[in-house]
């Protein structure tokens, strides 16, 4: 079982000098008693970051702010009436100002943007109005083989052209607004090198939500079998043909042989949130929130990049689902966003296991990116900490990788920690709220913001002076520092958090 401490907080903060303040002063009402049975009123840091994280509870705002009674504002309550919504502009525009006006002006807006998309203007470029739109218009319920925008504007769209564009309301929807084609716009459709394709797409997606970006050209008898066979939600067959555009049957959804292209992604969770264990271990519903609101998150990312790429005059292909279309951490590792870890899973030098992977087909051309080698999979021979934790017991606690699946459920081909996966997704059924233990103790599970962490993830990856002894080392003062620690559970609800509950913001303070 996922142990809660291995050495007392009190002790831990003793030994680093930091002990003031952890005996009741820091105030807070309950408590919580540590692995050694010491008392600890007040917040109970369990680690560095904890501690550096503190100001607990507190909504921090600029010194030079001020609270008052009253806002700045004059306010008569007795003037004061509840508002008919239908009176806002984006609804009565055209009533304030008159069908005429409202007509020649909403032509005179097409006939621009349809201008200055062709001149490329600098603002108004096809990529920017691509940019707009797809921020603009996404799906909210699920995802789908070509993006919501083939549903005619979406049965879910959260556009508010959509919205006020009813009979006798605001300015119509045109260019720049709906999720159309350059062809249907009339323009030509972008057209960059791969480099230049593959930062805008960076761009775009980190606009939208995303952390890490990378992409992997599909090969015939490499990486394009990364795509599976089938779709896992409705059984159809994906496959290849040599068509212009993408199409879906009952039994098949065909990818354009021309889309060579996967773009990778990953949504960061929250190592806050994924920590939020019980005292014996066993995961919550917290710490379940944690893989939720990456996958959902991920959604709206991955729905607004095919509109992006509509757009543009290019296809997004996914599966019917999330997790469709393709092996999620293989294609992590070929495009470079981290290394395969014993638990099967992609790390990443920045996040460790706490992200999750996404993918899209596309015939946009696209810059590889290279796999990359940060010293991770090397970390994890001699480390097992998740191995040990594993309540379920099917983690490998092998030190090297081996060629063999452990059964049907795995993919052969690739030297790995095969896992029991059965085994796994049992517990969830018993845990009631599923399982990230092993993503919750990993070494790697970090903030990243702290240099100590970044200097010795640089020890892991460059260090060739018994790197074995050396990453043990690590892997025990991970343990020392309390860093595998589960946090207690009522005081995530107290913490200020992070826009998102992540900090998804990639920063590390050795970066040039
Ligand atoms: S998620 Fe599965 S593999 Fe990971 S610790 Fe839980 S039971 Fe083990
Ligand atoms: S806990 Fe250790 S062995 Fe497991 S994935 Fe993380 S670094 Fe690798």
Redesign the pocket.
């Known amino acids: 079982m996922?142990r809660r401490s291995t050495v007392g907080n009190k002790t831990r903060m003793k030994a680093m000098g930091l002990d003031k303040g952890i005996d009741g002063e820091a105030g807070g009402s309950g408590g919580s008693s540590d692995g050694d049975g010491e008392k600890i009123r007040g917040p109970g840091f369990n680690d560095l970051d904890d501690l550096m994280a503190s100001g607990f509870s507190e909504w921090k705002r600029p010194w030079w702010v001020s609270e008052v009674d009253k806002p700045t504002l004059e306010i008569d309550w007795q003037a004061t009436e509840r508002f008919d919504q239908t009176k806002i502009q984006q609804v009565s525009w055209r009533k304030y100002i008159g069908d005429a006006k409202a007509d020649e002006l909403t032509k005179r807006r097409d006939e621009k943007a349809h201008q200055w998309m062709i001149e490329g203007r600098d603002g108004y470029t096809i990529r920017d109005r691509a940019l707009d739109i797809a921020s603009r218009n996404a799906g909210t319920s699920g995802v789908s083989f070509t993006g919501s925008w083939s549903k005619g504007g979406g049965d879910d769209h959260a556009d508010e052209e959509t919205h006020f564009t009813r009979e006798g309301a605001g300015p119509p929807a045109g260019i720049g607004s709906n999720v159309m084609t350059p062809e249907e716009m009339g323009v030509p459709r972008w057209e960059g090198t791969a480099a230049e394709n593959a930062r805008m797409i960076r761009s775009a997606l980190r606009h939208f939500g995303a952390d890490q970006v990378g992409y992997v050209e599909l090969k015939p008898d490499t990486t394009e079998k990364l795509i599976y066979e089938f779709d896992a939600m409705d059984g159809k067959k994906i496959e290849f043909e040599n068509v212009d555009k993408a199409y879906e049957t009952d039994k098949k959804r065909v990818i354009p042989a021309k889309a060579r292209w996967a773009i990778v992604f990953t949504v960061k969770m929250s190592e806050e949130l994924i920590k939020r264990k019980t005292e014996a271990g066993m995961?919550t519903a917290l710490s379940s929130a944690a893989t939720g609101i990456a996958y959902g998150q991920a959604r709206n990312m991955i729905d607004r990049i095919q509109n992006f790429l509509h757009v543009l005059g290019y296809q997004g292909l996914m599966g019917s689902w999330y997790n469709g279309l393709g092996i999620a951490p293989a294609f992590a590792v070929m495009a470079g966003l981290g290394e395969i870890g014993r638990?099967n899973r992609m790390i990443s030098p920045e996040y460790g296991p706490l992200n999750r992977v996404f993918k899209i087909v596309t015939d946009l051309p696209l810059e590889p990116t290279k796999p990359i080698d940060a010293g991770i999979m090397n970390f994890c021979r001699t480390c097992k900490v998740?191995a040990t934790?594993?309540?379920?017991?099917?983690?490998s606690k092998e030190t090297d990788p081996y060629w063999e699946p452990a059964g049907a459920w795995n993919n052969p081909g690739h030297k790995t920690w095969y896992?029991?996966?059965p085994?796994?997704?049992t517990?969830?059924a018993v845990?009631t709220a599923?399982?990230?233990?092993?993503?919750?103790?990993c070494a790697f599970s970090k903030k990243n913001e702290s240099i100590v962490h970044d200097l010795v993830k640089i020890a892991i990856a460059k260090n060739k002076i018994m790197p074995d002894q050396v990453n043990a080392f690590f892997t025990k003062m991970d343990g020392v520092f309390g860093y595998q620690d589960q946090k207690n559970i009522e005081d995530w609800w107290d913490m200020e958090l992070p826009p998102r509950g992540a900090n998804n913001a990639k920063r590390h303070l050795l970066d040039k």
Do not use: H, K, M, Q
Request: glycine share 4%.
């Open positions: 996922a995961p638990i998740c934790e594993c309540p379920s017991n099917c983690l896992e029991d996966s085994s796994c997704r517990w969830w845990s599923g399982c990230s233990t092993c993503f919750a103790v």
